[in-house]
């Protein structure tokens, strides 16, 4: 009896094993439903639409004026020398966006997000910038010109040089004076409606 059992040895062993193969089959494939879904990578391809991802892409030169792009995703893409005049980038996400000598005249970017973007030499005159994040963003020899500030961050940025000419300012009534360069030099405020007339000073006695 001895002999048959060390001839023919008992399959718990080997069942196990299959139990064992299985358990792991199983924990693999628990993990690979766990494991987080890579996010998807911006299409740089794609049309220019309201909401489209553009993040990192290189978009230098590119002719985009009166494009809508309202709620785009253009965070550490490139705009370089880009035309985008009067074009629609309200709430746009443009975290370190490269706008450098990008023509932006008469663009509205009301409630964009250009924290630490670089608008070195853009051309931003007549634009709309009603409450966007300019925090940390490099405005330098930018062309603001008659552009709308209001409601607008401007903590940390660099206006060094940048013009501000009839630009209205962050308190949405200043208008900065034909010198302000850099900084906003606000226009004295006009008289009240049906306040007293300005005194003419009278001329002096013997003259």
Do not use: Y
Not at 95 to 107: E, P
Not at 111 to 132: E, F, H, I, K, P
Not at 181 to 205: D, E, I, K, M, Y
Request: glycine share 10%.
């Amino acid at each position: 009896m001895l002999e048959t059992m060390r001839r023919n040895p008992p399959a718990a062993p080997a069942a196990a094993g299959g139990l064992l193969r299985l358990a792991l089959a199983a924990a693999t494939a628990c993990t690979a439903l766990l494991a987080p879904v890579p996010a998807a990578r911006a299409a740089c391809t794609d049309m220019a639409a309201p909401g489209v991802e553009w993040r990192r892409c290189r978009m230098d030169g590119a002719a985009l004026d009166g494009v809508d792009l309202t709620g785009a995703r253009l965070a550490d893409a490139s705009f370089q020398r880009a035309s985008l005049t009067n074009a629609k980038l309200v709430e746009v996400d443009g975290r370190r966006v490269r706008l450098i000598s990008t023509d932006l005249r008469g663009a509205v970017l009301d409630r964009a997000d250009l924290t630490s973007a670089d608008l070195t030499s853009a051309n931003l005159a007549g634009a709309s910038l009603r409450g966007t994040n300019l925090r940390r963003a490099r405005l330098f020899r930018a062309d603001l010109k008659g552009a709308d500030l209001t409601g607008a961050n401007l903590d940390g940025a660099d206006l060094l040089h940048a013009e501000l000419a009839g630009a209205r300012w962050i308190d949405g009534v200043s208008i900065c004076a034909e010198d302000s360069v850099g900084r906003c030099h606000p226009l004295p405020a006009p008289p009240a409606a049906g306040g007293p007339a300005a005194a003419v000073p009278s001329p002096t006695v013997g003259q």
